[in-house]
């Protein structure tokens, strides 16, 4: 379980980096940005956690669908909540709204770690 909340924690470091710099690029929106930075944060922390467990494909194969889900649907979680922080508070920092609803995605993960992944 450790494992995976470090690896929760830092998708959401490297989301809350990725934000932070596009949205220094004045072209995009927050909420434009907060997408941008999710879809390339879910993908970098696909190829690090393959880069992870590279030697180990038997083991992953049987976990890697269950994992994959409770990570795919954290990063759901967090991106309906920033959009949602965004659009119904406009005045609310893009960061702040992200630093929210990771913390949140973050803590459901865990939940569905602890209640599906768990054991098995």
Same mark, same amino acid.
């Given at each position: 379980?450790?494992?995976?909340?470090?690896?929760?924690?830092?998708?959401?470091?490297?989301?809350?980096?990725?934000?932070?710099?596009?949205?220094?690029?004045?072209?995009?929106?927050?909420? /434009?940005?907060?997408? #941008?930075?999710?879809? %390339?944060?879910? @993908? $970098?922390?696909?190829?690090? *956690? +393959? !880069?992870?467990?590279?030697?180990?494909?038997?083991?992953?194969?049987?976990?890697?669908?269950?994992?994959?889900?409770?990570?795919?649907?954290?990063?759901?979680?967090?991106?309906?909540?920033?959009?949602?922080?965004?659009?119904?508070?406009? /005045?609310?920092?893009? #960061?702040?709204?992200? %630093?929210?609803? @990771? $913390?949140?995605?973050?803590? *459901? +993960? !865990?939940?569905?770690?602890?209640?599906?992944?768990?054991?098995?």
């Amino acid at each position: 379980m450790l494992r995976f909340a470090l690896f929760l924690c830092f998708g959401f470091a490297l989301d809350a980096g990725l934000l932070r710099g596009l949205l220094s690029l004045k072209p995009f929106g927050p909420i /434009t940005a907060c997408l #941008l930075s999710m879809a %390339a944060t879910v @993908g $970098l922390c696909w190829l690090f *956690f +393959g !880069l992870l467990r590279a030697g180990q494909v038997a083991a992953i194969r049987g976990q890697g669908f269950r994992y994959a889900s409770a990570g795919s649907i954290s990063a759901i979680v967090s991106v309906l909540l920033s959009v949602a922080l965004l659009t119904s508070l406009p /005045t609310i920092n893009p #960061l702040t709204a992200q %630093a929210l609803s @990771g $913390l949140a995605a973050i803590a *459901f +993960g !865990l939940f569905a770690y602890s209640r599906f992944l768990r054991n098995r």
